[in-house]
């Protein structure tokens, strides 16, 4: 979990509500729901979550997420990096940034679903 730029997401254990994938052939899912996080640093328009144990896409996907931002909630952008390691969640679609937080309100929860390579 981390933030672009300079920006961080501090995530613990216990603001990781779900974070699971399952494998079926060609496909994959990834599911995550974070709970109680914050972010810091310089304010930037991107979170970012790692693919787990490292799963590789054959090509980039989108999607979308539900958020709650410092008590705003909405539903933006989710999709694979350019590079194919990692989801970048956006605030909206006009890429705004996130709002500095330090009292455990940034939530996301969303699912993506690719094909991977093997």
Request: proline residues 2%; charged residues 20%; aromatic residues 10%.
């Amino acid at each position: 979990f981390k933030g672009s730029g300079t920006m961080t997401w501090s995530v613990t254990s216990g603001d990781q509500k779900l974070m699971a994938y399952r494998v079926a052939g060609d496909s994959c899912l990834v599911a995550w729901r974070v709970e109680t996080s914050d972010v810091g640093g310089t304010a930037s328009n991107r979170l970012f979550i790692r693919l787990p144990d490292g799963i590789r896409p054959s090509r980039r996907v989108s999607g979308v997420h539900y958020y709650s931002d410092a008590g705003t909630e909405n539903i933006a952008l989710a999709r694979l990096t350019s590079d194919l390691t990692q989801i970048e969640l956006f605030k909206n679609n006009s890429g705004s940034n996130w709002t500095l937080t330090t009292s455990d309100n940034t939530y996301t929860e969303g699912s993506l679903e690719f094909s991977i390579t093997r």
